[in-house]
Protein backbone atom coordinates (compact mmCIF):
# COMPACT_ATOMS: atom_id res chain seq x y z
CA UNK A 1 0.00 0.00 0.00
CA UNK A 2 1.20 3.64 -1.13
CA UNK A 3 1.78 6.19 1.51
CA UNK A 4 -1.31 8.15 1.39
CA UNK A 5 -2.26 11.82 1.74
CA UNK A 6 -3.22 11.64 5.41
CA UNK A 7 0.62 9.34 6.16
CA UNK A 8 2.86 11.95 8.72
CA UNK A 9 5.89 13.68 7.88
CA UNK A 10 8.53 10.95 8.04
CA UNK A 11 6.72 7.78 8.18
CA UNK A 12 6.47 5.63 4.80
CA UNK A 13 3.10 4.70 5.49
CA UNK A 14 3.31 1.36 7.73
CA UNK A 15 1.87 1.73 11.21
CA UNK A 16 0.87 5.48 12.13
CA UNK A 17 3.41 7.24 14.17
CA UNK A 18 1.86 10.00 16.64
CA UNK A 19 3.13 13.30 14.68
CA UNK A 20 5.45 14.56 17.26
CA UNK A 21 7.32 11.65 16.47
CA UNK A 22 7.99 12.50 12.98
CA UNK A 23 8.68 16.14 14.03
CA UNK A 24 11.52 16.14 16.88
CA UNK A 25 14.97 16.06 16.82
CA UNK A 26 16.88 12.72 16.64
CA UNK A 27 19.62 12.45 18.55
CA UNK A 28 22.53 12.35 17.07
CA UNK A 29 25.59 9.89 18.18
CA UNK A 30 28.78 11.09 17.94
CA UNK A 31 31.02 9.43 14.85
CA UNK A 32 32.97 5.92 15.08
CA UNK A 33 36.90 6.04 14.24
CA UNK A 34 36.28 3.80 11.79
CA UNK A 35 33.63 6.23 9.88
CA UNK A 36 36.22 9.02 9.22
CA UNK A 37 37.61 9.68 6.38
CA UNK A 38 41.34 9.74 6.56
CA UNK A 39 44.14 10.52 4.84
CA UNK A 40 47.08 8.07 4.03
CA UNK A 41 49.83 8.30 6.55
CA UNK A 42 48.49 10.41 9.53
CA UNK A 43 48.01 7.53 12.17
CA UNK A 44 45.00 5.74 13.23
CA UNK A 45 41.76 7.65 13.51
CA UNK A 46 40.62 7.74 17.21
CA UNK A 47 37.24 8.93 18.26
CA UNK A 48 37.18 11.65 20.40
CA UNK A 49 32.90 12.67 19.25
CA UNK A 50 31.12 11.19 22.81
CA UNK A 51 32.96 12.07 26.14
CA UNK A 52 33.93 8.63 26.27
CA UNK A 53 37.11 7.55 28.87
CA UNK A 54 39.88 6.77 26.83
CA UNK A 55 40.86 3.48 28.71
CA UNK A 56 39.40 0.37 29.80
CA UNK A 57 37.79 -0.15 32.93
CA UNK A 58 39.81 -1.39 35.64
CA UNK A 59 40.36 -4.96 35.68
CA UNK A 60 38.26 -5.93 38.63
CA UNK A 61 35.47 -4.29 37.12
CA UNK A 62 35.93 -6.46 33.86
CA UNK A 63 35.84 -9.76 36.29
CA UNK A 64 32.69 -8.62 38.07
CA UNK A 65 31.01 -7.84 34.18
CA UNK A 66 31.99 -11.19 32.99
CA UNK A 67 31.20 -13.20 35.97
CA UNK A 68 27.66 -11.34 36.24
CA UNK A 69 27.45 -12.55 32.69
CA UNK A 70 27.40 -16.09 33.23
CA UNK A 71 24.47 -15.38 34.62
CA UNK A 72 22.62 -13.60 31.84
CA UNK A 73 19.95 -16.35 31.65
CA UNK A 74 17.80 -14.76 34.73
CA UNK A 75 16.37 -11.01 34.47
CA UNK A 76 18.70 -8.84 36.30
CA UNK A 77 17.29 -7.35 40.21
CA UNK A 78 14.81 -4.85 38.97
CA UNK A 79 15.65 -2.31 41.20
CA UNK A 80 19.53 -2.13 41.66
CA UNK A 81 18.73 -3.07 45.20
CA UNK A 82 22.57 -3.76 45.90
CA UNK A 83 23.81 -1.36 43.90
CA UNK A 84 21.47 1.67 45.57
CA UNK A 85 22.63 0.66 48.79
CA UNK A 86 26.17 0.68 47.55
CA UNK A 87 25.56 4.01 46.43
CA UNK A 88 23.73 5.22 48.95
CA UNK A 89 26.56 3.99 51.54
CA UNK A 90 29.11 6.14 49.21
CA UNK A 91 27.13 8.94 49.09
CA UNK A 92 25.98 9.10 53.10
CA UNK A 93 22.38 9.46 52.04
CA UNK A 94 19.52 7.04 52.70
CA UNK A 95 18.62 3.94 49.73
CA UNK A 96 15.49 5.32 49.36
CA UNK A 97 16.76 9.05 48.20
CA UNK A 98 19.20 7.06 44.96
CA UNK A 99 17.44 5.64 41.88
CA UNK A 100 19.47 3.59 39.36
CA UNK A 101 18.84 3.87 35.87
CA UNK A 102 19.55 3.14 32.00
CA UNK A 103 22.48 5.61 32.38
CA UNK A 104 21.85 9.35 33.27
CA UNK A 105 19.93 9.59 29.98
CA UNK A 106 17.54 6.54 31.04
CA UNK A 107 16.71 8.68 34.34
CA UNK A 108 16.34 12.05 32.32
CA UNK A 109 13.52 10.24 29.91
CA UNK A 110 11.98 8.54 33.00
CA UNK A 111 11.69 11.67 34.49
CA UNK A 112 10.43 13.77 31.33
CA UNK A 113 7.60 10.45 31.43
CA UNK A 114 7.26 10.82 35.11
CA UNK A 115 6.40 14.62 35.52
CA UNK A 116 5.59 16.14 32.21
CA UNK A 117 2.20 16.03 30.08
CA UNK A 118 1.99 17.54 26.64
CA UNK A 119 1.83 21.49 27.06
CA UNK A 120 3.65 21.11 30.50
CA UNK A 121 6.59 23.48 30.23
CA UNK A 122 10.35 22.05 30.22
CA UNK A 123 13.58 24.46 30.37
CA UNK A 124 16.92 24.22 30.03
CA UNK A 125 19.70 26.52 29.00
CA UNK A 126 20.51 26.25 25.39
CA UNK A 127 23.06 24.88 23.70
CA UNK A 128 23.13 21.92 25.92
CA UNK A 129 22.46 17.98 25.96
CA UNK A 130 20.68 16.68 23.45
CA UNK A 131 18.51 14.38 24.99
CA UNK A 132 16.70 17.32 26.51
CA UNK A 133 15.06 18.44 23.24
CA UNK A 134 14.59 14.73 22.42
CA UNK A 135 12.51 13.97 25.23
CA UNK A 136 10.79 16.87 25.59
CA UNK A 137 9.40 17.21 21.87
CA UNK A 138 8.87 12.99 22.82
CA UNK A 139 6.09 14.63 25.29
CA UNK A 140 4.47 17.42 24.02
CA UNK A 141 6.10 19.60 26.52
CA UNK A 142 6.47 23.61 25.98
CA UNK A 143 10.07 24.59 25.94
CA UNK A 144 11.24 27.66 27.03
CA UNK A 145 15.54 27.77 26.06
CA UNK A 146 18.23 30.01 28.40
CA UNK A 147 20.86 31.25 25.79
CA UNK A 148 23.95 30.54 27.35
CA UNK A 149 26.34 33.87 28.79
CA UNK A 150 29.87 33.31 27.86
CA UNK A 151 28.96 29.71 26.84
CA UNK A 152 28.44 29.16 30.85
CA UNK A 153 24.99 28.95 32.33
CA UNK A 154 22.92 31.85 33.47
CA UNK A 155 20.81 30.68 36.47
CA UNK A 156 19.41 33.93 36.89
CA UNK A 157 17.93 33.77 33.12
CA UNK A 158 16.57 29.95 34.33
CA UNK A 159 14.96 31.26 37.18
CA UNK A 160 13.50 33.98 35.34
CA UNK A 161 11.98 31.49 32.86
CA UNK A 162 10.12 29.37 35.12
CA UNK A 163 6.75 29.56 35.53
CA UNK A 164 3.98 27.61 37.49
CA UNK A 165 3.66 25.09 34.28
CA UNK A 166 7.11 24.51 34.10
CA UNK A 167 7.31 21.05 35.18
CA UNK A 168 11.54 20.14 34.60
CA UNK A 169 14.72 22.71 34.35
CA UNK A 170 17.33 20.66 33.32
CA UNK A 171 20.79 22.30 34.64
CA UNK A 172 23.82 20.09 32.79
CA UNK A 173 26.66 21.10 35.13
CA UNK A 174 29.34 20.87 33.47
CA UNK A 175 27.62 21.99 30.57
CA UNK A 176 27.88 20.02 27.26
CA UNK A 177 29.34 20.94 24.89
CA UNK A 178 30.77 24.19 26.50
CA UNK A 179 32.43 22.11 29.62
CA UNK A 180 31.57 25.17 31.86
CA UNK A 181 30.23 24.69 34.90
CA UNK A 182 28.60 27.13 37.84
CA UNK A 183 29.09 26.54 41.53
CA UNK A 184 26.38 25.30 44.00
CA UNK A 185 26.26 28.57 45.29
CA UNK A 186 24.82 29.81 42.06
CA UNK A 187 22.31 26.43 41.50
CA UNK A 188 21.18 27.62 45.78
CA UNK A 189 20.33 30.84 44.29
CA UNK A 190 18.52 29.15 41.31
CA UNK A 191 16.75 26.86 43.68
CA UNK A 192 15.68 29.89 45.88
CA UNK A 193 14.53 32.06 43.09
CA UNK A 194 12.61 28.65 41.82
CA UNK A 195 10.83 27.94 45.19
CA UNK A 196 10.10 32.08 45.16
CA UNK A 197 8.59 31.45 42.06
CA UNK A 198 6.38 27.90 42.30
CA UNK A 199 7.01 26.54 45.56
CA UNK A 200 8.57 23.28 44.79
CA UNK A 201 6.20 21.83 42.06
CA UNK A 202 8.95 22.34 39.64
CA UNK A 203 11.91 19.64 39.50
CA UNK A 204 15.48 21.16 39.12
CA UNK A 205 17.59 18.44 37.77
CA UNK A 206 20.89 19.12 38.15
CA UNK A 207 22.99 16.61 35.42
CA UNK A 208 26.16 15.72 36.54
CA UNK A 209 27.57 13.70 33.90
CA UNK A 210 31.03 15.24 34.54
CA UNK A 211 31.05 15.69 37.87
CA UNK A 212 34.40 13.76 38.49
CA UNK A 213 36.12 16.23 36.23
CA UNK A 214 35.29 19.33 38.31
CA UNK A 215 36.99 21.46 41.06
CA UNK A 216 35.80 20.26 44.28
CA UNK A 217 35.77 24.05 45.07
CA UNK A 218 32.61 24.05 43.03
CA UNK A 219 30.71 22.35 45.37
CA UNK A 220 28.73 19.17 45.76
CA UNK A 221 24.89 19.02 45.37
CA UNK A 222 24.21 16.54 46.65
CA UNK A 223 25.51 18.02 50.29
CA UNK A 224 24.97 21.59 49.16
CA UNK A 225 20.89 21.27 47.98
CA UNK A 226 19.20 17.81 48.06
CA UNK A 227 18.62 18.11 51.70
CA UNK A 228 17.58 22.35 51.43
CA UNK A 229 15.65 21.89 48.38
CA UNK A 230 12.82 19.03 47.82
CA UNK A 231 12.64 19.40 44.24
CA UNK A 232 16.22 19.18 43.21
CA UNK A 233 17.11 15.56 41.06
CA UNK A 234 20.96 15.33 41.09
CA UNK A 235 21.98 12.70 38.27
CA UNK A 236 25.27 10.99 37.67
CA UNK A 237 26.74 8.26 35.56
CA UNK A 238 29.14 5.34 35.29
CA UNK A 239 29.80 6.09 31.59
CA UNK A 240 32.45 8.51 32.00
CA UNK A 241 34.90 9.13 34.81
CA UNK A 242 33.85 4.81 35.31
CA UNK A 243 34.90 4.18 31.84
CA UNK A 244 31.72 2.10 31.59
CA UNK A 245 29.44 3.76 28.99
CA UNK A 246 29.00 0.98 27.12
CA UNK A 247 26.87 -1.03 30.19
CA UNK A 248 24.59 1.90 30.57
CA UNK A 249 24.20 2.41 34.47
CA UNK A 250 24.00 5.89 36.10
CA UNK A 251 21.82 7.09 39.01
CA UNK A 252 19.66 9.85 40.98
CA UNK A 253 19.83 11.54 44.30
CA UNK A 254 16.91 13.06 45.33
CA UNK A 255 13.87 13.26 47.81
CA UNK A 256 12.27 9.87 48.05
CA UNK A 257 8.99 10.87 46.93
CA UNK A 258 10.82 11.55 43.45
CA UNK A 259 12.66 8.14 43.70
CA UNK A 260 9.77 6.46 44.16
CA UNK A 261 8.13 8.34 41.17
CA UNK A 262 11.10 7.53 39.05
CA UNK A 263 10.66 3.99 39.79
CA UNK A 264 7.12 3.59 38.83
CA UNK A 265 8.12 4.53 35.71
CA UNK A 266 11.71 2.60 34.88
CA UNK A 267 11.25 -0.39 32.45
CA UNK A 268 11.15 -3.43 33.93
CA UNK A 269 14.65 -4.85 34.26
CA UNK A 270 16.08 -2.17 32.22
CA UNK A 271 19.31 -1.91 34.33
CA UNK A 272 21.22 -5.45 33.01
CA UNK A 273 23.40 -7.89 35.90
CA UNK A 274 26.60 -7.09 34.12
CA UNK A 275 25.83 -3.02 34.48
CA UNK A 276 24.92 -3.39 37.91
CA UNK A 277 28.16 -5.62 39.06
CA UNK A 278 29.88 -3.06 37.05
CA UNK A 279 28.96 -0.47 38.50
CA UNK A 280 29.42 -2.21 42.31
CA UNK A 281 32.77 -3.41 41.43
CA UNK A 282 34.13 0.54 40.14
CA UNK A 283 32.55 1.72 43.73
CA UNK A 284 35.63 -0.25 45.16
CA UNK A 285 38.34 0.92 42.12
CA UNK A 286 37.52 4.53 42.86
CA UNK A 287 41.94 5.30 43.49
CA UNK A 288 42.84 3.90 39.88
CA UNK A 289 39.71 5.66 38.72
CA UNK A 290 40.52 9.16 40.61
CA UNK A 291 43.85 8.17 39.26
CA UNK A 292 42.57 8.10 35.21
CA UNK A 293 40.34 11.41 36.11
CA UNK A 294 43.58 12.78 37.45
CA UNK A 295 45.36 12.32 34.43
CA UNK A 296 42.44 13.38 32.02
CA UNK A 297 42.23 16.39 33.68
CA UNK A 298 45.78 17.18 33.60
CA UNK A 299 45.71 16.68 29.65
CA UNK A 300 42.81 18.86 29.27
CA UNK A 301 44.44 21.97 31.13
CA UNK A 302 47.48 20.77 29.10
CA UNK A 303 45.67 21.13 25.58
CA UNK A 304 43.64 24.43 26.49
CA UNK A 305 46.57 25.89 27.25
CA UNK A 306 48.18 24.94 23.71
CA UNK A 307 44.99 26.05 22.36
CA UNK A 308 44.65 29.20 23.75
CA UNK A 309 48.27 30.29 23.25
CA UNK A 310 47.69 28.89 19.43
CA UNK A 311 45.09 31.66 18.91
CA UNK A 312 41.76 29.55 19.57
CA UNK A 313 38.94 30.79 21.86
CA UNK A 314 38.74 27.98 24.56
CA UNK A 315 36.25 28.38 27.55
CA UNK A 316 37.81 26.62 30.81
CA UNK A 317 36.38 22.90 30.88
CA UNK A 318 35.53 21.32 33.55
CA UNK A 319 34.79 18.29 32.06
CA UNK A 320 36.78 15.57 29.79
CA UNK A 321 36.33 17.52 26.56
CA UNK A 322 37.08 20.95 25.13
CA UNK A 323 34.94 23.45 23.27
CA UNK A 324 36.38 25.40 20.39
CA UNK A 325 33.52 28.06 19.69
CA UNK A 326 34.14 28.27 15.75
CA UNK A 327 30.94 29.52 14.47
CA UNK A 328 30.82 29.54 10.07
CA UNK A 329 34.24 28.00 10.31
CA UNK A 330 33.08 24.74 12.36
CA UNK A 331 32.57 22.08 9.30
CA UNK A 332 35.85 23.44 7.99
CA UNK A 333 37.92 22.84 11.38
CA UNK A 334 36.02 19.40 11.60
CA UNK A 335 36.93 18.37 8.38
CA UNK A 336 40.29 19.45 8.39
CA UNK A 337 41.00 17.32 11.75
CA UNK A 338 38.92 14.31 10.53
CA UNK A 339 41.09 13.97 7.81
CA UNK A 340 44.12 13.51 10.26
CA UNK A 341 42.45 10.94 12.05
CA UNK A 342 40.63 13.06 14.89
CA UNK A 343 37.00 12.55 14.74
CA UNK A 344 35.26 15.22 17.00
CA UNK A 345 32.02 16.53 17.74
CA UNK A 346 31.23 19.31 15.32
CA UNK A 347 27.78 21.80 15.88
CA UNK A 348 26.69 23.22 12.73
CA UNK A 349 28.15 26.84 12.53
CA UNK A 350 28.29 26.95 16.22
CA UNK A 351 31.41 25.14 17.21
CA UNK A 352 33.55 22.11 17.57
CA UNK A 353 33.81 19.55 20.51
CA UNK A 354 37.07 17.16 21.40
CA UNK A 355 36.96 14.77 23.75
CA UNK A 356 40.35 14.90 25.98
CA UNK A 357 42.06 11.33 25.99
CA UNK A 358 45.88 10.82 26.41
CA UNK A 359 48.78 13.08 25.52
CA UNK A 360 49.80 11.23 22.23
CA UNK A 361 46.66 11.57 21.18
CA UNK A 362 46.79 14.99 22.41
CA UNK A 363 49.43 16.16 20.93
CA UNK A 364 48.05 15.04 17.44
CA UNK A 365 44.84 17.30 18.31
CA UNK A 366 47.23 20.26 19.00
CA UNK A 367 49.37 19.61 16.09
CA UNK A 368 46.72 19.40 13.89
CA UNK A 369 44.94 22.74 15.18
CA UNK A 370 48.02 24.55 15.25
CA UNK A 371 48.47 23.77 11.44
CA UNK A 372 44.84 24.44 10.68
CA UNK A 373 45.38 27.90 12.43
CA UNK A 374 49.06 28.45 10.33
CA UNK A 375 46.93 27.87 6.79
CA UNK A 376 43.25 27.94 6.09
CA UNK A 377 42.90 29.89 9.17
CA UNK A 378 45.38 32.56 8.07
CA UNK A 379 46.97 33.06 11.55
CA UNK A 380 43.47 34.92 12.64
CA UNK A 381 42.35 33.75 15.81
CA UNK A 382 38.37 32.60 15.31
C1 LIG B 1 25.20 16.40 30.18
C2 LIG B 1 25.05 14.95 29.91
N1 LIG B 1 24.13 14.25 30.59
C3 LIG B 1 23.96 12.94 30.39
C4 LIG B 1 24.73 12.26 29.47
C5 LIG B 1 24.45 10.82 29.23
O1 LIG B 1 25.19 9.98 29.94
P1 LIG B 1 24.76 8.46 30.12
O2 LIG B 1 25.76 7.69 29.36
O3 LIG B 1 24.80 8.26 31.59
O4 LIG B 1 23.39 8.29 29.58
C6 LIG B 1 25.70 12.93 28.75
C7 LIG B 1 26.49 12.17 27.76
O5 LIG B 1 27.07 12.62 26.86
C8 LIG B 1 25.85 14.30 28.96
O6 LIG B 1 26.73 15.00 28.26
Not at 22 to 45: C, L, T
Not at 300 to 315: D, K, N, Q, W, Y
Request: proline fraction near 8%; glycine fraction near 8%.
Amino acid sequence: MSASSTTPPGSSGVGRPRPTVAAMPRYRPGRDASQADVDADVGEAVKLASNENPWPPPEPVRRAVAAAAEGANRYPDHLSTELRADLARHLGVDPASVAVGAGSTGLIQQLVAAYVDPGDGIVYPWRSFEAYPVFAALAGAAVTTVGLVDHTVDVDAVAAAVTPSTRLVFIANPNNPTGTAVDTAALTRLCAAVTERVGHDTLVVVDEAYREFCDPALGDPVTDLVPHFPQVVVLRTFSKAHGLAGLRVGYAVAHPEVIATLDATLAPFLVSAPAQAGARAALECLDEIGAAVSRLVAERERMRTALVEAGFTVPPSQANFVWLPLGERTGEVYTHLERRGLVTRPFADEGVRITVADPATGDRVIEALGSWIRTAGGGAAP
